[in-house]
């Protein structure tokens, strides 16, 4: 039984949600083998290579998958999956976006969000927001699987040795092209990837009482800045910001939530993290149902305070 995890990468490095992804696809049994299509990828390739518990790397360049469109990237994908059993993807914008196109090219079922691996061919997967837990088996000759990072620890990046293998990449069909891209660009640590997150939610009245109160508390701790939807639907904060449900799913050993009520949405996206602190002025916020610490206080009091005793 061989396993194909599909890497997310930059062409030029491997993306952490690889690594977890790797994690799952171990747990499923049998050979581990990571797919880099992009274009000039070749230092992707090497990295997947290093990766703990991978055997083989396949590595398929053209100018189509150099951004990861899903178009060529999911024809590329479906090309090689007559070998596999499984298909692994990360849940991520990238794997949720080429996953559906491979599970429809080769009629197959797809488990979305697998946050955990029972046997070869049943997982479990969170519905209605995480407030359940659905026992998903599948029957289908290839299981096509987006991974949930949050639910699995990351491979070792270095101490694999992997084959490296060039396949033959498919032909562009041209269905679409890359016009261009506008990256939010910031010194801080990427949402998904970061240790400690300090979020505000919609209690904080204003973008620039945003700024002006969990902007040093971030510095001080080094955290990456997050915010609820309500916020960001009020313009307190920009989007890619966003954590929860219909925002980005995060698990940082550290997660500070200030002025978040803690409607289900939000807290489907942050309750994994190992350690939340919530501050709220509100005790019946349902943000202190999950927080291993809570503080009863007004944030605009108590964040600064935080800050000067940091």
């Given at each position: 039984?061989?396993?194909?995890?599909?890497?997310?990468?930059?062409?030029?490095?491997?993306?952490?949600?690889?690594?977890?992804?790797?994690?799952?696809?171990?747990?499923?049994?049998?050979?581990?083998?990571?797919?880099?299509?992009?274009?000039?990828?070749?230092?992707?390739?090497?990295?997947?290579?290093?990766?703990?518990?991978?055997?083989?790397?396949?590595?398929?360049?053209?100018?189509?998958?150099?951004?990861?469109?899903?178009?060529?990237?999911?024809?590329?994908?479906?090309?090689?999956?007559?070998?596999?059993?499984?298909?692994?993807?990360?849940?991520?914008?990238?794997?949720?976006?080429?996953?559906?196109?491979?599970?429809?090219?080769?009629?197959?079922?797809?488990?979305?969000?697998?946050?955990?691996?029972?046997?070869?061919?049943?997982?479990?997967?969170?519905?209605?927001?995480?407030?359940?837990?659905?026992?998903?088996?599948?029957?289908?000759?290839?299981?096509?699987?987006?991974?949930?990072?949050?639910?699995?620890?990351?491979?070792?990046?270095?101490?694999?040795?992997?084959?490296?293998?060039?396949?033959?990449?498919?032909?562009?069909?041209?269905?679409?092209?890359?016009?261009?891209?506008?990256?939010a660009k910031s010194d801080r640590p990427e949402l998904t990837a970061a240790k400690i997150i300090v979020s505000g939610g919609r209690a904080m009245g204003s973008s620039e009482k945003f700024n002006e109160v969990l902007t040093p508390l971030a510095d001080k701790l080094g955290a990456a800045l997050g915010a609820s939807r309500a916020a960001v639907d009020a313009g307190y904060a920009p989007n890619d910001w966003q954590v929860g449900q219909t925002g980005k799913i995060v698990a940082p050993?550290?997660?500070?939530?200030?002025?978040?009520?803690?409607?289900?949405?939000?807290?489907?996206?942050?309750?994994?993290?190992?350690?939340?602190?919530?501050?709220?002025?509100?005790?019946?916020?349902?943000?202190?149902?999950?927080?291993?610490?809570?503080?009863?206080?007004?944030?605009?009091?108590?964040?600064?305070?935080?800050?000067?005793?940091?």
């Amino acid at each position: 039984m061989s396993i194909l995890v599909i890497a997310e990468h930059d062409n030029a490095s491997i993306k952490g949600a690889t690594l977890n992804t790797v994690t799952a696809a171990l747990q499923c049994g049998g050979d581990v083998h990571v797919l880099v299509a992009g274009h000039n990828a070749g230092a992707a390739a090497q990295a997947a290579a290093q990766i703990a518990g991978v055997s083989k790397v396949l590595h398929a360049d053209a100018p189509g998958m150099a951004h990861g469109g899903a178009e060529c990237t999911g024809a590329q994908i479906a090309a090689l999956a007559s070998g596999y059993t499984h298909l692994l993807f990360p849940a991520t914008a990238s794997g949720k976006n080429v996953a559906p196109r491979v599970a429809g090219l080769l009629d197959v079922a797809q488990i979305s969000d697998a946050t955990k691996v029972i046997s070869a061919d049943t997982f479990e997967r969170p519905i209605y927001a995480g407030n359940a837990i659905a026992t998903v088996q599948s029957s289908d000759s290839v299981k096509v699987i987006t991974v949930r990072t949050t639910g699995f620890d990351p491979a070792a990046a270095i101490g694999g040795s992997a084959a490296i293998e060039v396949v033959a990449s498919v032909a562009d069909t041209g269905a679409s092209t890359f016009q261009g891209s506008e990256i939010a660009k910031s010194d801080r640590p990427e949402l998904t990837a970061a240790k400690i997150i300090v979020s505000g939610g919609r209690a904080m009245g204003s973008s620039e009482k945003f700024n002006e109160v969990l902007t040093p508390l971030a510095d001080k701790l080094g955290a990456a800045l997050g915010a609820s939807r309500a916020a960001v639907d009020a313009g307190y904060a920009p989007n890619d910001w966003q954590v929860g449900q219909t925002g980005k799913i995060v698990a940082p050993q550290l997660y500070i939530a200030a002025g978040i009520s803690g409607a289900i949405q939000h807290l489907a996206g942050m309750k994994d993290s190992k350690v939340i602190v919530a501050i709220n002025k509100d005790p019946e916020a349902p943000i202190f149902s999950v927080a291993d610490y809570g503080l009863e206080a007004d944030l605009f009091t108590a964040v600064p305070e935080l800050v000067s005793a940091l």
